[in-house]
Structures are given as structure tokens and as C-alpha cells.
């Protein structure tokens, strides 16, 4: 983890999202937790992640989740140089979806 994240509140915050036990739970807390904007761009950026992972190009994605090349761009070097956080939620949810 970025170093410059790691602090109890962070933790804290970690540790609230892996105590969500549905999705009910999890639309509650995120409604509470985040504006709509900011819950638009994490899922964003993850449709982002999901799309370059699949290897599709820079014009779908932007077409597909109005996301801008810059955003596209950083999501990419975090799939490239980051820490495989995206790769392996994306193995998981395939697993659960019956894709692997």
C-alpha cells in the first residue's frame, strides 16, 4: 500500500468495507459514504480497469463509460506499474460470474 495512505483511518475504512455482508449493506453504506460523483468515479474508473484489462482501446472505453483519456491513462498505469489490486478482483469476480 501507498505509504502515504497508510494510517488508522484508512484501516478503519478498509476494515468497514470488508464487514459489508451484501449488497443492500453495500448500497447503503457507499450512499452514506460518498457523493454521487464520487461513487460515479471509482465505478468508472473500474469499468475503466475491467475494459483495458480486456484489452479494448481508448476510444471504446471513452465512448462506453465517458471516462477522459487522462483518466484512462491513469487507470492504465496503475494496471501496468501498480500493485495487481484491479488483477486480482477481477479474477475473483470472474470466478464468482462462472468465468474461470
Known sequence: MNPKLKDHHVDYLYRAIL???TMDECDRFFDDL???PELKA???R???AKMLSEHRVYSDIVQATGASTATISRVNRSLNYG??????IFGRLDKEDGRI
Do not use: M, N, P, R
Request: net charge negative.
Open 42 to 44: 471509482l465505478s468508472q
Open 83 to 88: 500493485v495487481d489490486g484491479y488483477t486480482k
Open 46 to 48: 473500474l469499468q475503466v
Open 34 to 36: 460518498c457523493t454521487v
Open 19 to 21: 464487514a459489508l455482508e
